[in-house]
């Protein structure tokens, strides 16, 4: 989301500039991506007393069930074909 000619200017605009986000992006999501990208990271989300809960809370992720998440019974969106346990080629 930054951009410059240059590493200087690019450093400069992690800093300074605001971050634009394209019109089909839904509302959630630019917000959980702002709130994610505050500079000071004291005030970042995830970042407070609540940690990690704080992410987990936003409306961005209110159709994830955490709970069936962590105890691996949801079935990923995309599942790659491996020829073997040790294939790598994804």
Known sequence: PFAGKNEHEIFK???TARV?????ISQQLADIIQKLLVRNPMHRLGSGP???EAIRKHPFF???DWTALKSKR???PFKPNISSPTDVSN
């Open 13 to 15: 605009s992690i800093l």
């Open 20 to 24: 634009g986000f394209p019109r089909p």
């Open 50 to 52: 609540d940690g990690a």
């Open 62 to 64: 209110a159709s994830i």
């Open 74 to 76: 949801v079935d990923p």
